[in-house]
């Protein structure tokens, strides 16, 4: 009787014995098949194509490090975003109609040759462009005498740029036939002379030859071009007149009284807040114009052959001119 617990407890110790090996067997089956592993290719891929995806992608980031790391260049602005439409002025000695017609072929060749923005601006006569260059009203292009710019240079700081290859003169032109065919400048004293207004630069060159106020010829400034003062010879309107070199030649039938020293021929220059480049821009394609057939117009229309670097000592003291009908 006494022995008869530990039989029973010996009888159920060996009925759950091989349950719990059983156990024991499958806990340590399930750690073996669940190990820490680094995933598998995609279908297709192999193992070295994965590593060298991996690769460019460390390197597509190490650039895109590098990219942020360096700034960025800033553009180049163009020169004509920062001056801005630039307005040409144009000499005076045609009608503004006319004016358009002869100056319009070389603003659109430097527009298209320099890649600038070039606007051209005509004064109506003389007076109204005299009276604005004394009130340094004027666009920062200018295209006029020598004598003007020699006084732009002193007092408004503009710099020539390029000139017309042929220096000009002016001449005393009169009919080649009658009593003045032979006639001298003091002929003409109290006699009709034809001009364009002052201050252009014949009619300076009028006032030097007689610079006496007692024998005066009497100038009639009333013609609107050149041309138009030369023909009124031929109306009989006057008995002379006074014209550049360029004109004389298509009358070989008047004859020349006297002529004038040479002056520098029309100039192009620029005021002192024109950037050198752009200065420089224009200086090459003025330069270069006589060489474009297909803007061959521009330089028919100005009667000029080519355009040539200025010298600006050759304007020196040619502002004097002025001052033989203004105090300067």
């Known amino acids: 009787m006494n022995h008869r617990p530990n039989v029973t407890l010996s009888c159920m110790l060996k009925t759950l014995w091989p349950a719990l090996a059983l156990l024991a067997s499958s806990i340590l089956l399930a750690q073996e098949q669940d190990p820490v592993t680094e995933p598998l290719p995609q279908a297709g891929e192999t193992v070295s194509e994965t590593a060298q995806a991996e690769d460019v992608q460390a ?4 650039a895109g490090t590098a990219q942020s790391e360096t700034p960025a260049t800033e553009p180049e602005v163009p020169v004509q975003s920062l001056t801005g439409p630039l307005d040409l002025l144009v000499n005076p000695v045609y009608p503004p109609e006319t004016a358009r017609r002869v100056y319009q072929p070389l603003v659109d060749y430097l527009n298209e040759a320099t890649g600038l923005e070039i606007n051209l601006v005509v004064d109506r006569n003389f007076h109204r462009y005299w009276l604005n260059a004394r009130r340094n009203e004027a666009p920062p292009l200018i295209l006029e005498d020598a004598h003007i710019v020699a006084w732009r240079m002193i007092n408004f700081d503009y710099q020539p740029l390029v000139a017309a290859s042929k220096p000009i003169t002016f001449s005393l032109l009169t009919t080649a036939t009658g009593d003045l065919a032979d006639a001298a400048l003091m002929d003409f004293v ?11 630069l014949g009619y300076l ?17 009333t013609a609107t071009s050149w041309m138009d003062a030369v023909e009124m010879v031929f109306s009989g309107e006057v008995d002379a007149a006074i014209a550049p070199d360029n ?30 480049d752009v200065r420089q821009r224009l200086i090459d394609a003025m330069t270069a114009l006589h060489s474009d057939e ?15 670097d200025a010298v ?6 040619m502002e004097q001119w002025l001052s033989t009908v203004f105090a300067l």
């Open 59 to 62: 390197e597509d980031a190490q």
């Open 205 to 221: 060159v009028l006032a030097d030859w007689y610079d006496n106020p007692m024998q005066q010829p009497l100038i009639e400034s």
């Open 190 to 200: 109290g006699r009709r002379i034809s001009s364009l207004p002052s201050p252009s």
């Open 312 to 317: 600006p000592a050759d304007y020196e003291g």
């Open 247 to 276: 004109i004389a030649a298509r009358y070989p039938n008047l004859s020349s009284v006297d002529t004038s020293p040479e002056f520098p021929g029309l100039t192009l220059s620029a005021a002192p807040d024109v950037p050198d």
């Open 294 to 308: 297909e803007h061959h117009a521009a330089l028919f229309e100005l009667d000029i052959d080519e355009f040539v």
